[in-house]
Every structure is written in structure tokens, then in C-alpha cells.
Nanobody, 123 residues
Framework: VQLVESGGGLVQTGGSLRLSCVIS????????VGWFRQAPGKEREGIAC????????VYADSVKGRFTISSNFAKKTVYLQMNTVVPEDTAIYSC?????????????????WGQGTRVTVSP
């Protein structure tokens, strides 16, 4: 299983960014994909997830109303639209796959991980 994130970069406060996660060599029918982030000196935080069963989404309070997770499951691609970003959103953003389709923002529930993409929000 391979996950490749893209779309990170430098953005100004209040700006937008769209991250992509492409999944390959994965053949489960029911699964969930989550976006996580880890800022320097902080623990990894689950921020959004979506499952392939009914496309239900779950968000962390820290991003609710600003970030949107979406998917093209036929292409095994999941997106994270980040709007109205703030410096506190600066982190390494990673996507991960959970094999049973459970809606979870807990990193330990996920089985496969990408390498991450860096997002930096300037003041």
C-alpha cells in the first residue's frame, strides 16, 4: 500500500491550500482515509476523515468550518481543502488509511501512512 500526499507549501494567513492523497496498491472495499498533522514539538493530531462506505466525514474542532475533506474513491484519491488558514495550521500533513471503514481521528487506528507534505502559514 502506498500513499502519496501533495499540495503543501507556503501560504499566507487567511489563504487557502488544497492537499491531495493518492492511494495505490490497496484493495479493501470498506475503508477510511484520514488527514493528520504534526506541528513541531506537538503530538500528531487527527483533523479529518472520510469513509468509503457512505462518505461520512468527521472533523476535529480545530479545523471544523475551515477545512473540508472530500474524495474520489474510484480514483482512490482524497483531498483536504484548507481555507482561512492561520499560523497554528503550520505542520506536516499526512494521510492514512484504516482498513475497516471506521470513522476515527485516532492515529493508532490507522494502518498505512504517507510520508507527509509540509504546510507553512506565514503571519
Amino acid at each position: 500500500v502506498q500513499l502519496v500526499e501533495s499540495g503543501g507549501g507556503l501560504v499566507q494567513t487567511g489563504g487557502s491550500l488544497r492537499l491531495s492523497c493518492v492511494i495505490s496498491d490497496f484493495y479493501f472495499d470498506d475503508y477510511a482515509v484520514g488527514w493528520f498533522r504534526q506541528a513541531p514539538g506537538k503530538e500528531r493530531e487527527g483533523i479529518a476523515c472520510i469513509n468509503s462506505v457512505d462518505s461520512k466525514t468527521v472533523y476535529a474542532d480545530s479545523v471544523k468550518g475551515r477545512f473540508t475533506i472530500s474524495s474520489n474513491f474510484a480514483k482512490k484519491t482524497v483531498y483536504l481543502q484548507m481555507n482561512t488558514v492561520v499560523p497554528e495550521d503550520t505542520a506536516i500533513y499526512s494521510c492514512a488509511v484504516e482498513e475497516f471503514g471506521y470513522d476515527s481521528l485516532v492515529p493508532d487506528d490507522y494502518d498505512y501512512w504517507g510520508q507527509g507534505t509540509r504546510v507553512t502559514v506565514s503571519p
